[in-house]
């Protein structure tokens, strides 16, 4: 999405050396791609050079030979905010810093970033980027299962009316009623059923 701006023109000469291959980065646009919130960040090196201080800039292309201005550096080493746009010039180091904060869908298209020429309003294209931005990834929810604990139903009986084996002081004895044991998968429904069929088998 452009910002209102000066449009600028390629010069017939850089054209040329698009349309023959001589440029730096090439006629192909570096394909980028982000998601809906993301920020993109890049780097745009140039080779530096002495004299009047030369702008940079970071345009969005409006038709193959034109763009819309959307922040230009003042002078070197300072940081230009520029709505969601900044830019920063390292002469020294021989690049300058671009980034788009809060990208949205809207923001896919094609940017120059480059050195600008304020007096006749024309850019030296120095990378062609192709930015795609896609909707945020939505995240599946997550489940959590809980499981009971398995439980164990054990009849007793009074002592000294079974010979069965005491199990902390009771005695098991027969019943007719089930035993629901070491259950293999704990879940409420067989607890309810195991209630059940004991309860009925308890009965007179």
Known sequence: MACGGPHL??????????????????AVPEELHRHSGQTLFLQCWYSPKTGPYQPKSWCEQTSPNTCTLLVTTSKTQTAIQQSRYKISDEPNAGFFNITMNQLTQNDSGSYWCGIYN????????LRNISLVVSPAPTTSPVWTLTWLPTSTVLITSPEGNSDHPSINGSETRKSSAPLCLGSAGPRLLVFVL???????GLMP
Do not use: D, E, M, R
Request: proline share 6%; with cysteine; hydrophobic share 50%.
């Open 118 to 125: 304020t007096s006749k309003n024309i850019i030296t294209v």
């Open 194 to 200: 195991c209630g059940l069929l004991l309860t009925k």
């Open 9 to 26: 023109l390629l010069p017939p000469v850089l054209l040329l050396l698009l349309a023959s291959g001589s440029w730096v980065k090439g």
